[in-house]
């Protein structure tokens, strides 16, 4: 339900009003992917890969791929 309270509107300005609340509203938005999980979560961040010595290596052996 949409009240005018002051002054006197067009019907264009009426309708894009509506557009743009349609478009905020939870129900009117269009559905969105499902958040990705962390990289820490999946099942391949438990499996060891093969160790590879050189520059960098210490902060590579930590972090998800």
Do not use: C, F, Q, Y
């Not at 743009?20 to 958040?35: D, H, I, K, Q, Y």
């Amino acid at each position: 339900m949409l009240r005018i309270v002051r002054g006197t509107p067009s019907d264009e300005e009426l309708a894009a009003l509506t557009a743009v609340l349609a478009a905020a509203s939870p129900n009117g938005a269009a559905e969105t992917p499902p958040p990705r999980g962390s990289a820490w979560a999946t099942p391949a961040a438990h499996l060891r890969r093969p160790l590879r010595p050189g520059p960098g290596a210490w902060k590579a052996s930590a972090l998800p791929r």
